[in-house]
């Protein structure tokens, strides 16, 4: 289970085997878990999380995955070059 991110108390991964599912990433803090569908960010599942952590990781994932988006159009323009 690679972390892609941790902030505070919240820990941001992905299972190497969830190949047969849409990219998403995982989330969990104490008892709670929620999933993300990415490309567009949105819920998929949630349990034990109140409305605004569920909020607060979907924005968080946004900045990751956005500026991970934006490096990788950076290098294929480089690329290109």
């Known amino acids: 289970m690679p972390t892609i991110l941790r902030s505070g108390a919240f820990r941001f991964f992905f299972y ?7 990219p998403h990433f995982h ?5 709670g ?3 993300y569908w990415l490309n567009p960010v ?3 599942d949630s349990k034990g999380f109140k409305d605004r952590r569920i909020n607060y990781c979907r924005k968080s994932i946004d900045e990751v995955y956005s500026k991970r988006e934006g490096i990788a159009k950076t290098r294929k323009s480089e690329i290109a070059k």
């Open 42 to 44: 949105r819920l998929e």
């Open 27 to 31: 989330v969990e803090r104490g008892e």
């Open 33 to 35: 878990i929620a999933k």
């Open 16 to 22: 190497v085997g969830d190949r047969d599912e849409p």
